[in-house]
């Protein structure tokens, strides 16, 4: 399986940017590249995820590298409920991959 | 908005008890997914099903927990005997279709004395 690194944890203060990086020096072509987050004691939420190019939702940008063995998750404005682990995973496009999570960042937002 | 629902929150049980986790998955999700969360491993991938049917359950001890999903509407994980190593958070998960993004239940903490 094709892994990923990230910081066991990050802090951010309160309505500043946070950009939290993610290395995947392995990622096969077919790879998405797909980034979750647990609040505590919920379920892990979907955020957002890509293949090569940049994208936006409402939640979040990912902001992928040219040669796809990094990405970066980018929160615009933190604020105190986007503190939570933030799992980045690579997930294949074809046959049955199944979303393996790693260890995760941990945020933490300061008011 | 539509959501996973898992039942039950909390189940307290001793040693050789059977437990039942219930899983509730998204209307006209067809591929359903388990997980186990502890501090020490992290969220583990039990089993998975796609259109009721199991595709993997590689990472389930076979010889103590069994999955299956009696209809589209509900997912049930069961452990018979329990152990106190089963301690942990299950969550279930449901997605559209195989690679459409996952939505996670609230999960089912389980204490096993």
């Known amino acids: 399986d094709a892994k990923t690194t990230q910081p066991n944890s990050m802090e951010s203060n309160e309505e500043e940017p946070v950009h939290l990086p993610c290395n995947h020096s392995t990622i096969s072509g077919t790879d998405y590249i797909h980034w979750y987050r647990q609040l505590p004691s919920q379920g892990p939420e979907y955020v957002i995820h890509?293949?090569?190019s940049n994208v936006n939702n409402r939640m979040a940008s990912l902001a992928i590298a040219e040669d796809r063995k990094s990405s970066t998750l980018i929160l615009h404005r933190a604020t105190l409920r986007d503190a939570a682990v933030y799992y980045c995973?690579?997930?294949?496009?074809?046959?049955?991959?199944?979303?393996?999570f790693g260890k995760g960042t941990r945020l933490s937002v300061i008011a | 908005d539509a959501r996973v629902t898992q039942t039950p929150r909390d189940k307290v049980t001793e040693m050789g008890q059977e437990v039942t986790m219930r899983c509730q998955p998204i209307l006209g999700h067809n591929t359903v997914f388990w997980y186990r969360q502890t501090m020490m491993q992290g969220l583990e991938l039990l089993a998975y099903?796609?259109?009721?049917?199991?595709?993997?359950d590689s990472g389930m001890p076979k010889d103590r927990f069994s999955a299956e999903m009696p209809d589209a509407t509900l997912a049930t994980l069961k452990i018979q005997p329990s152990e106190p190593r089963d301690s942990a958070v299950y969550f279930c998960?449901?997605?559209?279709?195989?690679?459409?993004?996952?939505?996670f239940g609230n999960g089912t903490r389980l204490t096993v004395t």
């Open positions: 995973i690579l997930r294949g496009v074809s046959g049955n991959t199944p979303l393996v």
């Open positions: 998960a449901s997605a559209l279709q195989y690679n459409s993004p996952l939505h």
């Open positions: 099903f796609r259109n009721r049917a199991p595709l993997d």
């Open positions: 890509g293949l090569t």
